[in-house]
């Protein structure tokens, strides 16, 4: 079973425009990972944060978490036709393995 | 450097007949994980390798499925006697630290 939930399931916005999606997940962590997944292809890593972590930046990316409300965000600003694709959270809670949530399906129309 | 490969990238089996996945590995990458991705879901674990010991099967379904990594690099994953809930798309991933996973491309299977 999965456990980190994503919300939304499915979001569309504007070239340009900044979007956040949401995870939140049920049991306690090591880190927490967003990886986006193009139609058809493997998974991409996009940044991990650590549970003794609050943000963290990378490029257009900001993540963040909250250990105390189990969730974390993935906002990307200023959104590119690049940047469709399905995003997802994964928890690792030791032993390695990733949980991953269902996934928030990004369009971003030109 | 060249990434995880999977082969084939696409299998078309009838229900009963068994197939055999296979993931390279990025070369020096000690652990390996298999994962199953149901149509519109995110991906689940299956396994996962340390070199060729296999530490941890318990995202298998059933034992028609099993996995090895006899050298501690490649890795097959048979799936035997095959059923239609079986069809997914099966992800290999590698990693060199124990946290980031790079991942394959993925092989579709479509079981009929």
């Known amino acids: 079973s999965q456990q980190g939930e994503e919300d939304p399931q499915a979001l569309s916005i504007q070239e340009g425009e900044n979007a956040t999606m949401n995870c939140s997940y049920k049991?306690?962590?090591?880190?927490l990972q967003w990886y986006r997944q193009n139609s058809g292809r493997g998974l991409v890593h996009l940044i991990l944060i650590r549970s003794n972590e609050r943000e963290k930046h990378s490029g257009r990316l900001r993540v963040t978490l909250d250990t105390s409300k189990k969730s974390s965000s993935l906002l990307i600003t200023a959104s590119r036709a690049a940047d469709t694709a399905s995003y997802f959270c994964a928890i690792e809670r030791g032993a390695q393995k990733l949980v991953f949530g269902q996934g928030t399906r990004l369009t971003i129309n030109p | 450097g060249a990434g995880v490969s999977q082969s084939p990238r696409y299998k078309v089996a009838k229900r009963g007949q068994d197939v055999a996945l296979r993931c390279d590995p990025i070369s020096g990458h000690v652990s390996l994980f298999w994962y199953q991705q149901a149509l519109g879901q995110g991906p689940e674990f299956l396994t996962y390798?340390?070199?060729?010991?296999?530490?941890?099967k318990s995202g298998l379904p059933s034992d028609r499925f099993f996995a090895e990594r006899p050298e501690g690099s490649v890795s097959t994953l048979k799936i035997q006697r095959t059923q239609q809930e079986d069809s997914a798309v099966y992800l290999c991933?590698?990693?060199?630290?124990?946290?980031?996973?790079?991942f394959g491309p993925g092989t579709r299977l479509l079981v009929l």
């Open positions: 390798f340390q070199n060729e010991a296999q530490l941890d």
């Open positions: 049991t306690s962590i090591n880190n």
């Open positions: 991933a590698s990693s060199f630290d124990a946290e980031t996973q790079y």
